[in-house]
Structures are given as C-alpha cells and as structure tokens.
T-cell receptor, first 115, second 116 residues
C-alpha cells in the first residue's frame, strides 16, 4: 500500500533562514511525488512534483525538493524563508503505473516563519 | 486560481439532512476527484470520475455518492448527515486518468460543510 509520512507536525523558522519540511514515502514501485501548500481558508496549491529525471526539482515561490530513492524521501526546501511562506504543507505520492490516479497525502506540516 | 470551481463555499445544515456539493473542473480536464479534509482524518480520497465513469473509490461512506455529468461537472451528494461529516470537501481535476502519468491534480478552494 502507498503511504506518506510527514514526521513533523510543525516547523518553526526565522525569516531569512533556510527551511526544510520533511517527507518520506512508501510505494511498491516507482513514485510520483508532489508538494502542495494550503494557506488559511484556501484550497491546496500545487508547488512542485518529481516524476523522473533530475533528483532536484524546482517549483513555485522559490521552493525546491530533493528526491532521494535510497532514503525514500522527498524533502521540501527553500534557501531563505519568508513570513508569507507560513502555511500548511502537504506531501503526496502516487505509484507510477499503479491502478489508481488519486494522490495519497501526508498529514501535513505547519510551517511558521517568524520575522 | 487553479481553475477548479466549487460551490457553495460554505454550508451549514442540520443532522439528518442531505446536501449537494458542485464542482466544475478546469477547462479540458476529464478527471474529477473528491477529497475530504478534517482535523482528525487529514486529507482523505473519496472518489474519482473520469469522463463520466467512476474510476476509483476511496474512503467514501455509503451515505455519500457522486456523479460526473456529460459536461464534466461533478456533484457530491451527502445524505443522512452526521456531526462527524463536518469537514472541508475538496474537488480536484486533472487532464487524464493519471494511471500511468505524472500529470498534476489541481484543487479547488473547497466547500466548508458544518453539520449542527
């Protein structure tokens, strides 16, 4: 069965510092991995995805994520956090070639960036 | 703006009642997905339709049903509502069935359902 783990319920970062939001996954075959962000009282916005190719994926708003197959991880990173990055971040996975197209989501990590 | 439109944005109803949530996918998208977001369960996949046909089923209760119409809009029907059904219901869409592709699923802003 597919699953996603986001081990931290909350991450606190000072503005200007680098941030990392962790994600590990479990699928039988190769994964398609996604990050979404949810601002208060808003829907989920797509940030970036890994399908194949370069392990470092760049996305919206200066975010990037690194796919590590040996560690089954897909951590979200940003070199310099902004207060406006404060939101709920979700990692999601779909098995490549699997029978279903829906995404399996982690429980989310609340990112708080303080000035 | 993702291009996925959901109505209503907010809904308050009593236990035992029935409600219908509506979703218009992005232009050109054939797949529609419904997700439920609650504090205790997180984001749960409910059901997927592709070009009018049910494609995949997740943790959808028997009291809930959905359909996708010929114009590709979708409706999620929730009946015999209970307090525990209070949640944010998301609709999402993607271009294709997504079985073997990495195409992105785009989400609407959700419909807040409060059951009192």
């Amino acid at each position: 069965a597919q699953s996603v783990a986001q081990p931290e319920d909350q991450v606190n970062v000072a503005e200007g510092n680098p941030l990392t939001v962790k994600c590990t996954y479990s699928v039988s075959g190769n994964p398609y991995l996604f990050w979404y962000v949810q601002y208060p009282n808003r829907g989920l916005q797509f940030l970036l995805k890994y399908i194949t190719g370069d392990n470092l994926v760049k996305g919206s708003y200066g975010f990037e994520a690194e796919f590590n197959k040996s560690q089954t991880s897909f951590h979200l990173k940003k070199p310099s956090a902004l207060v406006s990055d404060s939101a709920l971040y979700f990692c999601a996975v779909r098995e490549a070639g699997g029978s279903q197209g829906n995404l399996i989501f982690g429980k989310g990590t609340k990112l708080s960036v303080k000035p | 703006d993702s291009g996925v439109t959901q109505t209503p944005k907010h809904l308050i109803t009593a236990t035992g009642q029935r409600v219908t949530l509506r979703c218009s996918p992005r232009s050109g998208d054939l797949s529609v997905y419904w997700y439920q977001q609650s504090l205790d369960q997180g984001l749960q996949f409910l059901i997927q339709y592709y070009n009018g046909e049910e494609r995949a089923k997740g943790n959808i209760l028997e009291r809930f049903s959905a359909q996708q119409f010929p114009d590709l809009h979708s409706e999620l029907n929730l009946s015999s509502l209970e307090l525990g059904d209070s949640a944010l219901y998301f609709c999402a869409s993607s271009v294709v069935d997504s079985v073997s592709s990495g195409n992105t699923i785009y989400f609407g802003e959700g419909s807040w359902l409060t059951v009192v």
